[in-house]
């Protein structure tokens, strides 16, 4: 079955690390770019960061700095190491691939930073 599925996600405390895994079962991984998305309730549904098949990454202004995206595909995983978080990280976060023929979201995963 084709599907992306998030890992990593909990509760830390601002200035906390934490890392989001993506598990992808998808053939031609490598071939592919892939994304994290996030939403914050009420809000919608946000670009942070991709990765080409190339790893050239690109980042969302609001975690360049913070944030870094990785992928490892022999694992067909892509990962995102989160450091310096604030309370306005808080959110679900989404990985993302679009095929072409179709575009895939996992279920998310909910990362909180608070006191």
């Known amino acids: 079955q084709v599907q992306l599925v998030e890992s990593g996600g909990g509760l830390v405390q601002p200035g906390g690390s934490l890392r989001l895994s993506c598990a992808a079962s998808?053939?031609?991984?490598?071939?592919?770019?892939m994304g994290w998305y996030r939403q914050a309730p009420g809000k919608q549904r946000e670009f942070v960061a991709n990765?080409?098949?190339?790893?050239?990454?690109t980042y969302a202004d609001s975690v360049k700095g913070r944030f870094t995206i990785s992928r490892d595909n022999a694992k067909n995983t892509v990962y995102l190491q989160m450091s310096s978080l604030k309370p306005e990280d808080t959110a679900v976060y989404y990985c993302?691939?679009?095929?072409?023929?179709?575009?895939?979201w996992g279920q998310g995963t909910q990362v909180t930073v608070s006191s």
């Open positions: 998808i053939t031609f991984f490598g071939l592919y770019t």
């Open positions: 993302n691939v679009n095929r072409g023929f179709e575009t895939l």
């Open positions: 990765i080409t098949k190339a790893s050239i990454t």
